[in-house]
């Protein structure tokens, strides 16, 4: 079963830092790269950042020296570390891996993990 799960969102205060992890099963997971997007309420999902296979990262602008993302092929998981958090960054955080070019491209979302950041 194609999967993506998931986990380590919650509430934290501004400042404060969260690590989210997504744990991928049913794909070649060195195979795709690995993205986090977020959705904030009333809001549009938005790109967050990204790894490819081989390990490049890029991030949004708003988070670029605050978020770090980073996966672990051995564990088929990827990861997304946030230091530095604002109320801004309250979202419902999704992961997405993707592979393939044209007809063999494919992709699998996670459920979303919900990270509030407030006092």
């Known amino acids: 079963q194609v999967q993506l799960v998931e986990s380590g969102g919650g509430l934290v205060q501004p400042g404060g830092s969260l690590r989210l992890s997504c744990a991928a099963s049913g794909i070649i997971f060195s195979d795709n790269a690995m993205g986090w997007y977020r959705q904030a309420p009333g809001k549009q999902r938005e790109y967050v950042a990204l790894?490819?296979?081989?390990?490049?990262?890029d991030y949004v602008d708003s988070v670029k020296g605050r978020f770090t993302i980073s996966r672990d092929n051995a564990e088929n998981t990827a990861y997304l570390q946030m230091n530095s958090l604002k109320p801004e960054d309250t979202a419902v955080y999704y992961c997405h891996a993707e592979s393939g070019l044209g007809p063999r491209y494919s992709e699998v979302w996670g459920q979303g993990t919900l990270v509030t950041v407030s006092s």
């Open positions: 790894i490819t296979s081989g390990g490049t990262t």
